[in-house]
């Protein structure tokens, strides 16, 4: 009996990324994640700013 190889599907294709594409979105998820962070510090910093300006919201 031989063995026969697999044959990937349409379907298998194109839902089972390979390595290199999981690599490019976990370093893009990552980055966003980075970019949401500094964007949250950004804003804190300027509300912690406004306290000490006499009340009024600092301008960046």
């Not at 500094?38 to 306290?51: E, T």
Request: hydrophobic fraction near 40%.
């Amino acid at each position: 009996m031989t063995r026969q190889e697999p044959t990937m599907t349409q379907t298998v294709r194109y839902t089972q990324p390979t390595q290199a594409e999981l690599d490019t979105i976990m370093a893009e998820a990552r980055q966003l994640r980075s970019d949401m962070i500094a964007a949250a510090f950004r804003g804190l910093g300027v509300r912690i700013r406004g306290l000490f300006a006499a009340g009024k919201p600092a301008h960046a």
